[in-house]
């Protein structure tokens, strides 16, 4: 009996599909308005993700039905978006109307990205949940977050960066809590593009020698001060540094380590020792 449409080849364990006239197909073929692969040489229904060299692309056929899919996608536990149309797996930015977000495709493998990432040149930082990008008052509202839940955690800062690999300043803690607080809420990158240093003067020059010193302070900024003592003994430009997390008339509000404890301390903008803010989420 001839065949026609969609038949299991139980002795071959594959499904397979015959045209009118009992003609197994092969390749790309559009069968009910849905479009499906059907391996050369065998006519196996494809599944999953394929590589079509006619259109450069990759798509993904469903796991059950073998279709083409389209759209926004959960495939293996992670997202991805196939282009509406042609079902290619987009890559890098991507703006999805329909939950207004802009989100970041792998560009290799086409990915939902989540978290902190380096994109040409510049960090990034994407919703642990939706993939949304974050707005630079996002990113900064979400360390000044983190630098207040730790106010009373007496967390051993120092052991912590001894643990990273980092280097530890000898002469205080400051600039190892704001390492610290950056690290943990996932923002390591964003500070000195990734460098673990408890000096004050380590961070301070690196943004100061890319023109990234400003005196006009923002929440979410680094202060960086300097006072006479051991940055004299040395030659350093800074010697204290701590998160900005608050700007009211010309003073700002700091959560920073001190002698006395963990901040926040208030500061007059006029202060003779404020030697700039970096901010480091442009």
């Not at 991507?94 to 560009?107: A, G, L, R």
């Not at 912590?160 to 923002?187: D, E, H, R, S």
């Not at 990234?212 to 923002?218: D, E, G, N, S």
Request: net charge neutral; proline share 4%.
């Amino acid at each position: 009996m001839k065949r026609n449409g969609f038949a299991y080849l139980r002795d071959n364990n594959k499904w397979c599909y015959y045209n009118k006239t009992g003609q197994m197909l092969y390749g790309e073929a559009c069968i009910n308005a849905g479009w499906y692969y059907l391996t050369p040489g065998t006519g196996a229904v494809t599944y999953k993700f394929q590589y079509l060299s006619d259109g450069n692309k990759w798509v993904y056929y469903g796991a059950i039905d073998g279709r083409m899919n389209y759209g926004e996608q959960y495939i293996d536990a992670g997202w991805y978006y196939l282009t509406p149309g042609t079902g290619a797996v987009d890559y890098e930015w991507s703006y999805i109307p329909t939950q207004n977000k802009w989100v970041y495709y792998d560009p290799i493998n086409g990915r939902m990205q989540y978290g902190q990432h380096k994109i040409d040149g510049k960090w990034y930082y994407f919703d642990e949940c939706t993939g949304r990008v974050y707005s630079e008052n996002e990113i900064a509202n979400r360390l000044v977050r983190m630098a207040y839940s730790e106010l009373h955690k007496n967390t051993n800062v120092v052991e912590a960066i001894q643990k990273a690999g980092g280097i530890v300043c000898p002469y205080g803690p400051c600039m190892t809590f704001v390492w610290y607080t950056f690290n943990k809420a996932g923002l390591s990158g964003f500070l000195c593009d990734g460098a673990i240093t408890g000096y004050p003067h380590h961070n301070y020059d690196w943004y100061n020698c890319r023109g990234k010193i400003t005196w006009v302070p923002k929440v979410g900024d680094i202060a960086f001060f300097r006072w006479n003592g051991w940055a004299d003994e040395i030659g350093a430009s800074s010697s204290h540094a701590g998160i900005v997390v608050g700007v009211n008339g010309g003073y700002i509000q700091v959560i920073d380590a001190m002698a006395d404890g963990l901040g926040p301390h208030n500061y007059s903008m006029n202060d003779y020792a404020v030697i700039g803010y970096a901010n480091p989420f442009v």
